[in-house]
Every structure is written in structure tokens, then in C-alpha cells.
């Protein structure tokens, strides 16, 4: 074994851990290759340079495998050994067995001893890399034990590290559910290293004293231990520091079962603050109470409540007298023609079909049984204080939470780009709608989010017309379709200093797997909402919100300026944490169509909600939901729970391997921009000054710095592409030349860009197919432009001068009419949208007028008010750029006349744009006057 490498090694290897699988994989690839062509080579010098990148390469993963059961320390002193003896044969054939044994994951399944090279063990490698060929996993096999690995956190010599290990072991039996194995860690550090890149750790030990420093330097844990220092760490006492390592652990890592041994009075430590530990055990605990303990702690997030009951009822024999034909395969088992549909789906998933809410089931109207625990197991893996399934989509989970929450005429603050349904969602609560605009992206034909800026200006209006009482919710879309992702809980914060009870609807219907990944929470509604709860309830905060309101009522209060350029804090007393999230579980974490989930924090949720969101709940849910939504979403969430940290983790490094490719191939730049930090987010909002994630030369080490405090950041596994140099429309690229012609689908599209979306299932096979398509095509505009003649050649100059400078401007938010104004004379924007729905009902209350042949800009010049009496929403981008009662703006229409899109909802070409009349638009003034 090698000396301990040097900080530079260690910081080199380990400094962004967000690569570190892959890193890892690719480089025990790398010394396998290296070790064969060393075997192969005489010549001295190549030997030589070989043996020394081996060494290199073996250093760098010692660092890493440090904190993996396999290969174990012992495994990596047998290769050292083996490589001081200059015995490259028998090493290439160990590093050959241990890559197998990595890929067929075979290690989870049976101890590897790597000293035992023969031909039965090669041949039990070559066997599990076969049989998860044929399941695609060993995980997927039912007949498998799950398999996890338990950190120990103790300052033990390596023989101490031993006898424990053994004990563990030796209390491990056939009958278990799970099987594990051991890591230690010997410092508070290595601790969190740790679980930073090793996945497989599911449960943690913290026993008796250990120091706080690692040997190893990670920057990725700064963010972590801000505020923390080494030597009031070392000062600490024996509990108080495993404590605080308990919280960190949470916070990173939140599903990590967390236990407690202390040699010390175990009834002092249990009194302390411990409520992020499973249990505390004494010293003298034995090793088979803390293995069972361990065990029942996995067993349950692993558990999946109505999953289980759904398997379990499909296999009792029943008698169906119901509705549903389907139901058991009958309509279908005995049909002579409909029999491939078993033939395609399996027998299963048609005996798990059924009309019935007993016999073990549950009514997701009512939950009582399985599904009552399942939503509970959703809200814990979370975050949330109660969690919800919904079957038919984040549309109607969208509409549900506004329906419970808004009533007629409450005023709603409203992303005036967010998804459609929040739109139809006003209509039907009947509010009053204040849009907000999102800041314009012109350049690519797409929206960023809401300044912070702009909303508490907003609230501030309401506030100075005496109509904040009547501020029911603010509405945001985060993370935005793009990836744009707001700062939650500064959003949060300074916007409860202006109205304190105020209800945050966050739409995350493209975020649900962030929870799952220490960067990404903290930006989550649920994790910002549980943080400032806990952090208004502490007395630091109350002395913290002292001092702050003392500076701030020295400046002018009545003065907006004042409001606006200071952060602002919310009084602890007032105080109310009402927050709302709606997940798309299906788009970014396991679920099947239209599953989506809806998470609650709300302080005021029992007393003045619960009753009227059941009745909201009823109002939108089928009385038939479709249990296998159900199921999925129950499954879902135990394995958002078990390996969504791992998941995520690679979700991310795929991402960051397609944006790597595409930032160095010069061919793929001369055609294809990926979309960096800058170009989606405004320096304005970037108070870390980061312009991109990755530098050549340094890395991915930039990502958290912005993440912890820009006001917007972009989700690095969303990527934007600007495709304008191409000369080919981002509706065109998509259909013709990514689905048509390669297979490859996308969903998003703006005039010049396209977004690639990485996800839990993305493997780096997928990255690999998506360059080399990109290649294909960017030769292909190569050659296009080699045999296109001096005319054809100036049409392509004309269409990339088109997609990338003759952009027309994204249009604002013009005004609702005044008809539709509850308060024409004053000086707030919002607007009743209901009204001016119904209103174009009847059919003489609207008219068609085209804006092609300029007919309606001509009336426009004359000084009337058009009215749209419907929404009007092209795709993309996909947002309204009219709503009905909204007056229609010389820059709406030239932004509509720019568009090359052939789906506009609410716009039928032959006829024009539906507007109001103005007879319609008089009488409704009247009325609003009158009242």
C-alpha cells in the first residue's frame, strides 16, 4: 500500500463529487485497459510510462473506494501488493474480476475474495453478468435481498474496525430481508464524504469519540459545515458532536436511518436534542438489537403500502358481481379477439384491475387503509406535513389546491407564463387575477422567472391601496420549463414580511425528483417551508428580527424604494408557513401517466383548509381512479426513498457528461450553443457572478456556490440548445430531424432552441446516442452548405439571420379592460377573469377579427380597445399570450405575426382573433360601475 496521497491528489480526485461515479467507473476501465497492454508490452519506456499512470490511477481510487464496503481495504492492500511485486499478470486478472464484479453489481448479492482467482469464481462473475443482462438489473428480481451498507462512525484502529465488522456479520442470517455490509469512517468528515459518494449507504452508527478532520479534502462539503469550525468542534463533548453530525447527515441526506451508541449517561443523551435518531443504544447493547433495529428501520421506507395490498388482492380468487368487465381479464381471457392485449400487457396488471375499495384495498375519496399509509410514507419522503395522490395529472392537482384555497374575489398573484391549468384554475375559483411578467429571454424566444423585485412591488401596491387583506396567494412555476429555479425561501421570506400570512402555491411540476439531492432541496417549497417554520420558532430568530426591524424603522417606511432595496424579515409573532407544492411525479421520478402528487406545510392547514380542500379533492377526483397510478406512485415513492439520492446523483452526471461533449466538440459548436448560467439568467440575479457551472480547466466546482444564494440559478439537467445557426425552426428540428429521422424525442421547442432533458432512467448509452446523432447532423449542415449554390446559400444566411437576430421581443402582460377591473379608478392591475370567460358565452357578445391582412391593427389605430374574449396559446413557447378579458397590444400582434408555428389554441386562421364587442364591453362596464 502507498503512502497517503497528498492534499493536491486528494483535493483533485475528490473536489466535485457530482462525477464521482462515473469517475470511479471509467477509471477502474482505465487500469484494466493499461494493465493489458503493460502485459503485452517489452519495450521499457511505454512499461514504464504505463506503470506509472497505473499507480496514478490506483492512487485516486484508494481515495474513493475508502468509503465503499467493496473492493475493501483488505481487497485494496492485496493490489497494492500485488503491483510492488510487479505481478501486472495476476493484477490484470483480480482488477478483471473486480470491474465484473462492480458491473454485474455481483458484490451485492455474495462476498467477493479477491485473493481467489480460479475458474469457479470467474465463472460465477461471468454468470451474474449474464443474469443481469437478462433482468436489467439484480435490483429488479424478486427473489434478490435488497442489499445497503451501514456507515460506522468511530475513531477505531484497523483491527478494532475488523472485530466490528465480524460482529455485524455474524449476526447476519438467510432470512434477513436485507443484506448489508460495513463502512467505517474514523472522523466527522470522512462521515459526510461518505454519504456524499456512496450510495449505497442507507443506515449510519455514530458510536463514542472521534475527531473532526478528515485526511481528505472536498469542497463539496463547505457548504455544508459554513459557520463550523475545527476547533469548537474539537471542544465539543462526546454527544453534542455526534449530535451535530446527526443533523448534517439529515440535512444531507434526510432517508439515512440514523442511530446513536454513547459510552457515556445514555439517559443525559436522550434528553438532548435527538429527534434526527432513530435510537440511542448504550455501549453495552448488543450487536443483535442494533442489526434487527437497523433492519426494521430499513424495512420501513421499504415497504409499499398499497402496492403490497394490490399484489396481495390480485392473487385471491374473487367473484366478480361489479362493474368492469376488464376486471380479473374475464371480458378479455375468453375473447377470440382481444387476446393480444394479455398478450402485450401479461395477466397481471388485469387482475390487479378492479372497481372495489375492501378486501384489503382502500378508497383514495376516503383512505382508511393502504392508501391512508401510503400518502403518509409520501409525505415523510418529502418533506411535506401531508401529502396526496392524484391520477389524473398536476392539471387537476393544480386546480384542486386553488379551489380549496381561493374564493370568489380573493386576489391571486400569478405567473402570467405558468402552465395553462392555473389559468383555467382562476376561472373557476372565481379570483381576481394580478399578473405578474416574468423577465424576457428575447434572444431565444423564452421567459426566466419573476424578480423578487417585481413581486414584493406588487404587494406593495396592494398594500398602499389598503387592499392587502384581500391577498389570498402568490402563484409560481419552480422550476421553470427551461430549468430556470427560484431562491424558495428568500421568495418566501421577504414576501411574508409584507403579508405574513400569504399562501405560496409553488407549481413544481418538473422538480419532484430535487428532494432528493442535497443542491437541489434547499430550493424545493417543502424543504424551504419546514426550514423557516423551525427557524421563526427559534429564539436567535427572534433576536435576529430585533435588531433587523430597529436599523429598519430608521429608514422611510413610506418610501417603497425602502421595501424594495432591503432584505426584508418577517415579524415571528405574525407570522404564518403556508406553502403548497404540485409534483408531476410521472415527469422526473417512477410513475406511471398522469400520476402526480400534491405536498402540504401549511401551519393553517387543520383549522381553516382541510374541510374545504376534501371538498375541492371530491370535486376533481374520479370516483374511479386508476389503481395502477396508484400503485406506481406507492412505488414510486419507496424508491425516491431507497436510491433516489443515487439516482438523482446520475440523473446529474449524465447531464453534465452532454454538456461537457457539447462545450468542447468545435464541430458540434459551430452549429449547437448549450445555454450556460448567463445566458438564461441576468447578472442582476446573479449575485455570485457566476456565469457557468463548468470551467476547462478547474471542473463542475462553481455549481453551489450559485445555488446557495443567486436569486435565479438553471437546472444543469435541462439543456437548452440554441439551434439558430442551423437555419431550421425548433418545431422543425424537433419533428423532422430528432423524432422522424433518429428516434429521439423531446418535448420543449422555442423558434431557435430545443431542450434536452437528462432523468433518472437517462444512461450514459443515451448521452452517447444523442452526440453522435448531433454530430451526424451538424456534417450534414456541413455538406448542405458545401453543395448549396450562391441562391440556396443566401436563403440559409436569411433563415439563421431569422432564428438569431430578426427575434421579436417576448410581449409583457398588457391590462384587463375595465369592464373586467374590480376597481376601474384604482391604482392595481388585477383583473376578474371569470367575468370575462362566461362573457363570451353568448354568442353576441363576441366578434372575429383577423390580424393577418391588418384589420385589426388598423382598428387598434383608431383608438379602440380589443378585447380578447378567449386565451390564446401558441406552441410553443406554450404560455397564453392572451387572456380573455386582456386588451390586445400592438406588441402582442407583433408577436404573434412573427410566430412561424402552425398550434395556437384560441386562433382559428380563416377566421381571426375571438374578441369582445364593444356593446358587450359597455353594458359589462355598466354593471362593474353600478356594483
Excluded at 435565479?712 to 445557426?725: E, L, N, Q, S, Y
Aim: contains cysteine; charged residues 25%; glycine residues 6%.
Amino acid at each position: 500500500m502507498q503512502e497517503t496521497p497528498n492534499t493536491e491528489t486528494t483535493y483533485t480526485a475528490l473536489r466535485f463529487y457530482h462525477k464521482i461515479s462515473q469517475l470511479r467507473a471509467d477509471t477502474w476501465n482505465s487500469i484494466k485497459r493499461e494493465l493489458g497492454r503493460l502485459n503485452k508490452t517489452r519495450d521499457s519506456a511505454p512499461r514504464k510510462n504505463l506503470v506509472k499512470s497505473i499507480e496514478v490511477k490506483l492512487t485516486r481510487l484508494e481515495i474513493i473506494e475508502d468509503y465503499h464496503a467493496f473492493p475493501s481495504r483488505g481487497d485494496f492492500r492485496y493490489l497494492w501488493d500485488l503491483f510492488n511485486k510487479n505481478d501486472y499478470s495476476l493484477l490484470e486478472r483480480v482488477v478483471k474480476r473486480l470491474v465484473r464484479a462492480l458491473i454485474s453489481e455481483s458484490y451485492r448479492r455474495r462476498h467477493i475474495d479477491l485473493s481467489e482467482i480460479d475458474g469457479d469464481s470467474e465463472e460465477l462473475d461471468t454468470r451474474d453478468s449474464l443474469a443481469q443482462l437478462r433482468r436489467g438489473s439484480p435490483a429488479s428480481s424478486s427473489l434478490a435481498q435488497p442489499y445497503f451498507e451501514l456507515l460506522i462512525v468511530d475513531a477505531m484502529s484497523p483491527q478494532e474496525e475488523e472485530v466490528v465488522k465480524e460482529a455485524f456479520y455474524r449476526v447476519r442470517r438467510s432470512e434477513d430481508r436485507f443484506i448489508y455490509d460495513v463502512v467505517t469512517v474514523r472522523s466527522f468528515e470522512d462521515a459526510l464524504i461518505a454519504i456524499l459518494i456512496n450510495p449505497n449507504i442507507q443506515a449510519c452508527l455514530i458510536r463514542y469519540e472521534f475527531p473532526y478532520q478528515s485526511k481528505y479534502n472536498l469542497r463539496a462539503l463547505r457548504s455544508f459545515l459554513e459557520g463550523l469550525s475545527e476547533k469548537e468542534l474539537e471542544d465539543q463533548s462526546e454527544a453534542a458532536r455526534s449530535i451535530l453530525l446527526g443533523s448534517i447527515i439529515r440535512e444531507i441526506r434526510p432517508e439515512i436511518d440514523l442511530f446513536l451508541v454513547t459510552s457515556g449517561d445514555v439517559e443525559e443523551a436522550a434528553s438532548q436534542d435527538i429527534r434526527h435518531f432513530n435510537r440511542i443504544f448504550y455501549r453495552a447493547a448488543d450487536y443483535i438489537e442494533q442489526h434487527h433495529t437497523i433492519l426494521r428501520a430499513i424495512d420501513d421506507r421499504y415497504r409499499t403500502p398499497f402496492f403490497d395490498a394490490l399484489r396481495e388482492y390480485s392473487r385471491k380468487p374473487t367473484g366478480v358481481f361489479h362493474a368492469m368487465p376488464i376486471s380479473r381479464g374475464k371480458s378479455i381471457t375468453k375473447s377470440h379477439w382481444a387476446g393480444h392485449m394479455i398478450d402485450f400487457y401479461g395477466i397481471n396488471i388485469f387482475l390487479a384491475e378492479t372497481s372495489a375499495t375492501s378486501g384489503g384495498l382502500d378508497s383514495l375519496l376516503q383512505p382508511f387503509g393502504p392508501i391512508k399509509k401510503a400518502q403518509e410514507y409520501a409525505a415523510r419522503a418529502f418533506g411535506a406535513r401531508k401529502s396526496y395522490f392524484v391520477t389524473n395529472g398536476t392539471s387537476t392537482a393544480n386546480k384542486i389546491v386553488v379551489q380549496a384555497l381561493v374564493q370568489p374575489r380573493d386576489i391571486v398573484l400569478v405567473d402570467r407564463d405558468c402552465h395553462k391549468s392555473h389559468h383555467y384554475g382562476m376561472v373557476l375559483s372565481g379570483a381576481h387575477v394580478a399578473y405578474l411578467d416574468s423577465y424576457p429571454l428575447n434572444e431565444y424566444s423564452m421567459y426566466g422567472g419573476v424578480p423578487l423585485r417585481d413581486i414584493k412591488r406588487t404587494l406593495l401596491g396592494f398594500k398602499r391601496s389598503g387592499q392587502l387583506h384581500k391577498v389570498k396567494m402568490l402563484l409560481l412555476t419552480n422550476c421553470t420549463f427551461d430549468g430556470v429555479v427560484y431562491n424558495v425561501r428568500r421568495v418566501m421570506e421577504e414576501c411574508l414580511a409584507i403579508k405574513p400570512d400569504l399562501v405560496f402555491l409553488w407549481d413544481e411540476a418538473w422538480f419532484a425528483f430535487a428532494g432528493f439531492n442535497p443542491t437541489y432541496r434547499p430550493r424545493t417549497a417543502m424543504h424551504a417551508a419546514r426550514t423557516l417554520l423551525n427557524r421563526y420558532r427559534s429564539g436567535a430568530y427572534a433576536k435576529e428580527y430585533a435588531t433587523w426591524k430597529a436599523e429598519f424603522d430608521l429608514l422611510d417606511p413610506e418610501d417603497d424604494e425602502t421595501w424594495l432595496g432591503n432584505k426584508l424579515l418577517p415579524d415571528p409573532d405574525t407570522v404564518r408557513v403556508r406553502a403548497y407544492a404540485t409534483h408531476s411525479t410521472h415527469k422526473t421520478l417512477t410513475s406511471l401517466r398522469q400520476g402526480s402528487m400534491i405536498h402540504v406545510h401549511d401551519q393553517d392547514f387543520r383549522q381553516k383548509v382541510e374541510s374545504a380542500f376534501h371538498e375541492a379533492y371530491m370535486t376533481h377526483t374520479s370516483t374511479s381512479p386508476n389503481y395502477q397510478i396508484l400503485a406506481s406512485l406507492d412505488v414510486g415513492r419507496m424508491q425516491a426513498e431507497m436510491e433516489g439520492f443515487e439516482l438523482v446523483h446520475s440523473q446529474v452526471e449524465t447531464a453534465l457528461s452532454l454538456r461537457e461533449r457539447l462545450y468542447d466538440n468545435p464541430l458540434l459548436q459551430k452549429y449547437f450553443r448549450v445555454l450556460v448560467n448567463k445566458d438564461l439568467v441576468p447578472l442582476e440575479y446573479r449575485g455570485s457572478g457566476v456565469d457557468s457551472y463548468y470551467d476547462a480547466a478547474s471542473g463542475w466546482d462553481q455549481m453551489e456556490e450559485a445555488w446557495a444564494n443567486d436569486e435565479f440559478v438553471v437546472d444543469p439537467t435541462r439543456i437548452t440548445i440554441a439551434i439558430g445557426k442551423t437555419g431550421i425552426d425548433g418545431d422543425k428540428f424537433k419533428n423532422e430531424y430528432l423524432m422522424n429521422k433518429y428516434g429521439i424525442q423531446i418535448n420543449k421547442t422555442s423558434r431557435n432552441t430545443v431542450l434536452f432533458m437528462t432523468n433518472i432512467g437517462t444512461t450514459r448509452g443515451s448521452i452517447a446516442y444523442l452526440i453522435d446523432v448531433l454530430i451526424k447532423l451538424a456534417k450534414e449542415f456541413d455538406l448542405r452548405w458545401e453543395e448549396s449554390s450562391g441562391p440556396e446559400r443566401q436563403i440559409i444566411k436569411n433563415q439563421v439571420k431569422s432564428l438569431t437576430e430578426d427575434l421579436p421581443p417576448l410581449p409583457d402582460f398588457s391590462r384587463f379592460h375595465d369592464a373586467f377591473r374590480p376597481n376601474p379608478n384604482g391604482n392595481t392591475a388585477e383583473g376578474d377573469i371569470r367575468r370575462a370567460y362566461f362573457l363570451s358565452y353568448e354568442e353576441q357578445n363576441f366578434e372575429y377579427l383577423r390580424f393577418d391582412n391588418g384589420e385589426l391593427q388598423e382598428i387598434i389605430k383608431a383608438g379602440r380597445d380589443v378585447v380578447s374574449a378567449s386565451f390564446v396559446i401558441p406552441y410553443p413557447p406554450g404560455f397564453p399570450v392572451l387572456v380573455p378579458g386582456q386588451v390586445i397590444s400592438d406588441q402582442i400582434l407583433c408577436f404573434l405575426m412573427a410566430l412561424d408555428v402552425t398550434e395556437i389554441h384560441g386562433y382559428r386562421p380563416e377566421l381571426g382573433l375571438v374578441v369582445f364587442t364593444e356593446e358587450a364591453l359597455q353594458a359589462t362596464a355598466r354593471r362593474v360601475l353600478e356594483a
